[in-house]
């Protein structure tokens, strides 16, 4: 069985390694809702619509000039909470707890949840002395119940 969250952070490093002496930062966005064109980083350089005429985003624009874009890619999930499951953990979101969007009508139900024995990217990265950060938010309800 493939371990996904070691993979994952073998490549990052991997792909990397040539292009800097020392420890590679990487950035990840997830961005909720977007579309294919809805900012002004081209998807697909060879495509003139995969990026936004009318929505400027120049500090995305200097992530992608400045590092790696990865642009073809699928979501495990159409909602928000599963698709940042499975980022964070390498998983399918059924797989770690998280299949849907968290509930509030159900507190004492764990479903929505991230399990305990879910592991995540950033406590993969800390031996190699990654420091990690996670800006946004988990969802409106896991605000006040989750352990992330």
Known sequence: MINTPRT????????????????????????????????SV???DAVPGS??????TP???KLAV??????????PSPRCTP????????????????????????????WGYLTARATLLPQLLRPAGYHSAIIGTWHEASTRNSHL
């Open 42 to 44: 081209p998807m697909d």
């Open 83 to 110: 698709s940042r499951a499975a980022l964070l953990t390498g998983c399918y979101p059924d797989r770690v707890g998280v299949p849907g969007v968290i509930r509030e009508e159900t507190p004492s139900d764990s």
């Open 51 to 56: 990026k936004s005429d009318v929505v400027r």
């Open 59 to 61: 500090n995305l624009e």
């Open 8 to 39: 994952l952070c073998a490549i990052f490093l991997a792909a990397s390694l040539p292009l800097a002496a020392k420890q590679p930062n990487f950035v990840v966005v997830l961005g909720e809702g977007h579309g294919w064109s809805s900012t």
């Open 66 to 75: 400045a590092g790696m874009r990865f642009a073809n890619f699928y979501a």
